[in-house]
């Protein structure tokens, strides 16, 4: 049963504190989560890594910040965002700093693991921001908190320069420190929610045992939004740290530049989030989410053409044509992906405290964990796909195969909804 949002309480200033310190502090929770999409360049060069090699160290953080996700969220929901909030960028800014000791490509994993806590941070917002805010408003401020992706943009842009100048193991540093400096921030400039704060005063325990908060992830409409933010979110995580690599390996770009492109990428796909959960509480989510999967099935075919040469025997002889995808045009598809990324990673959050408003940590956590996975998985994914086809865009026919089965699976779904009930079969007439 959901629990009370005291309205007395929301209407304070606590709301949009909780909303901006939530986001900003999102973007440096996502900067470090990201930080191996730009030093892991040097550490693949350094230590001579495979494409599968890099792959795993790249997706490894992702992998801990889903994981974890799950359980960070129904820790929010019990114990309150501000506390969970707090402690988790704090351990995550101890594994970025120890990231700067490691030596071996062993040790590298480990701390990855760790600054993967990083993460997790967003199971915790959303269960922390959502209960601040009324059903009709949620998609917009659930949208807003996920402007906070920007921090992969910020990675991306700055981190080359600290890079170039001082070394990879400085960026980690730095990247620790803000991270710290983040946490106290927060701790000192929020509040408890709503309902935590009507717990304290009411003297209330918790409504309901630990094993009663799984109990929604029984039902496969949440394993449907799962595959969803598998594509939206976890397909754009990994491309955010997938796309300099494949910048410099397929068009010759240099770090820097690549890692400037591959910010640019970062920062419309993110920013458009928050206009993606205000269209999900105008239009509906599900007409956004259409829009998301057609378009994006659309882009990732154009980027799937890899470079050929074809021969065709003509009247003359034969005649040659060569076909690429040039730097200009892969760039600009790549951004129409992003942005419609963006849209489909609101959609899918609105429907979440809408259809379960009393398990939003629980559920969202799972659907964060799925797509944080496909985060990692993806890299890896794309790496060995690499190593045995030796195919640049074989990346992209895999996110065409998964955006393909998120569309085909929710129209589907919707078709079955939308269809009207069989007539009553009349009695047969008395004899």
Not at 95 to 120: D, K, S
Not at 215 to 243: K, M, Q, S
Not at 391 to 402: A, K, Y
Request: net charge positive; glycine share 12%; aromatic share 14%.
């Amino acid at each position: 049963m959901r629990e009370p949002i005291p309205t007395a309480i929301v209407r304070d200033g606590s709301a949009a504190r909780a909303l901006s310190m939530s986001t900003i502090a999102f973007a440096v929770c996502f900067a470090v989560w990201t930080i191996f999409s730009i030093i892991g360049v040097t550490i693949k060069a350094e230590l001579g890594l495979t494409e599968t090699q890099f792959g795993l160290l790249v997706g490894m953080p992702i992998l801990t910040g889903s994981l974890v996700r799950m359980v960070l969220g129904i820790w929010t929901d019990r114990f309150g965002g501000r506390l969970v909030y707090t402690a988790t960028m704090l351990a995550a800014a101890l594994a970025t700093f120890l990231l700067a000791f490691a030596h071996t490509y062993t040790q590298m994993l480990i701390a990855a693991l760790g600054v993967g806590l990083a993460g997790g941070s967003f199971a915790v917002g959303v269960a922390y921001v959502s209960r601040f805010y009324a059903a009709g408003k949620q998609g917009t401020a659930l949208g807003i908190f996920g402007v906070g992706n920007v921090g992969a943009a910020v990675t991306k842009f700055a981190a080359p320069f600290v890079l170039l100048a001082w070394g990879w193991q400085s960026v980690a540093l730095v990247w620790a420190a803000a991270l710290a400096g983040m946490a106290i921030v927060f701790w000192f400039t929020t509040e408890d929610d709503p309902v935590i704060r009507q717990r304290r005063i009411s003297g209330a325990g918790q409504p309901r045992s630990f094993l009663a908060e799984f109990e929604p992830l029984r039902d496969i409409r949440v394993w449907r939004f799962a595959l969803y933010y598998f594509f939206a979110f976890g397909a754009f995580v990994a491309l955010a740290l997938w796309l300099p690599r494949y910048l410099i390996g397929v068009y010759g770009f240099d770090i820097a530049t690549a890692g400037m492109i591959g910010a640019a990428y970062s920062i419309p796909a993110s920013i458009f989030r928050a206009y993606g959960g205000v269209l999900s509480d105008r239009i509906g989510a599900r007409s956004v989410l259409y829009w998301t999967f057609a378009v994006s099935a659309v882009a990732t075919a154009v980027l799937s053409l890899p470079q050929a040469d074809y021969s065709v025997r003509g009247i003359d002889g034969p005649i040659d044509f060569h076909f690429e995808i040039g730097p200009t045009a892969f760039i600009a598809v790549a951004f129409v992906l992003g942005f419609f990324m963006s849209l489909g990673k609101a959609a899918v959050y609105k429907h979440i405290p809408v259809y379960y408003p009393g398990n939003v940590g629980a559920v969202g956590g799972l659907v964060g964990m799925i797509g944080g996975l496909g985060g990692f998985l993806l890299p890896i994914a794309f790496g060995i796909l690499n190593d045995l086809t030796g195919i640049w865009s074989s990346c992209f026919m895999l996110l065409f195969v998964v955006v393909a089965a998120c569309f085909a699976w929710m129209h589907l779904v919707i078709r079955r909804m939308t269809r009207p009930a069989p007539a009553p079969a009349l009695a047969p007439a008395a004899e």
